[in-house]
């Protein structure tokens, strides 16, 4: 039982590696179109896989229900924002609110928090707003905006999937501080980019 958790975590933590090469910043290189280019948009940056990745971290380390419940808010939130974007609705500090959502929930990761799930749930569903909206306003003309959504959504999920699998380690001493080690990366990698961004 204990190797086939191992196992699990092993193989998600691959699919994020494998994933990630993919990185682009926020430019669409290549597939334009609705599924897969929608799929591939959020991987297509290191402050949307950290931000992503700390939903799940976060998720798990807070244990049931907000385990799985973190990861159905944040893609839920996304599309809406998605959404606004698609309008055009302006919304201030997109990019800003994008890289604070890194600092914000490797922070939360680095120094354990358990907040209430109400508060973790809102938290989230913010950030992912900001997220979502990044992700409507660059629809590329071209696109079916259904299909990216589903894209982007789908490969959302499996950026937090890959999250929880990380965030499984906590129930080793080790494996504690390896995710509070993953939570400060991704800290600094929002604080990195909001250094970017002002």
């Not at 159905?72 to 994008?98: C, D, H, K, Q, R």
């Not at 990044?134 to 629809?139: K, N, Q, S, T, Y």
Request: with cysteine; hydrophobic share 60%.
């Amino acid at each position: 039982m204990l190797l086939l958790r191992r196992s699990h975590a092993g193989w998600l933590a691959l699919a994020l590696v494998l994933v990630t090469p993919l990185a682009q910043a926020h430019s669409e290189t290549g597939a334009v179109g609705g599924f897969i280019s929608g799929f591939v948009h959020p991987i297509s940056g290191w402050d949307h896989i950290a931000a992503m990745v700390a939903v799940g971290i976060w998720g798990a380390f807070l244990g049931s229900p907000a385990m799985w419940l973190l990861p159905v808010i944040f893609p839920l939130v996304m599309a809406v924002g998605g959404a606004l974007g698609v309008l055009g609705v302006p919304i201030m500090g997109v990019e800003t609110g994008i890289a604070l959502s890194g600092v914000v929930l490797g922070g939360m990761i680095v120094f354990a928090a358990r907040p209430p799930l109400w508060f973790a749930g809102l938290l989230v569903a913010i950030f992912a707003i900001f997220h979502g909206y990044a992700h409507g306003v660059e629809l590329p003309q071209a696109a079916n905006a259904v299909t990216y959504a589903v894209g982007f959504v789908i490969a959302t999920g499996l950026l937090h999937l890959c999250g929880i699998g990380i965030g499984w380690l906590i129930r080793w001493d080790w494996g504690r501080l390896a995710v509070r080690a993953t939570g400060g990366v991704i800290a600094a990698t929002g604080f990195a980019f909001l250094l970017g961004y002002l």
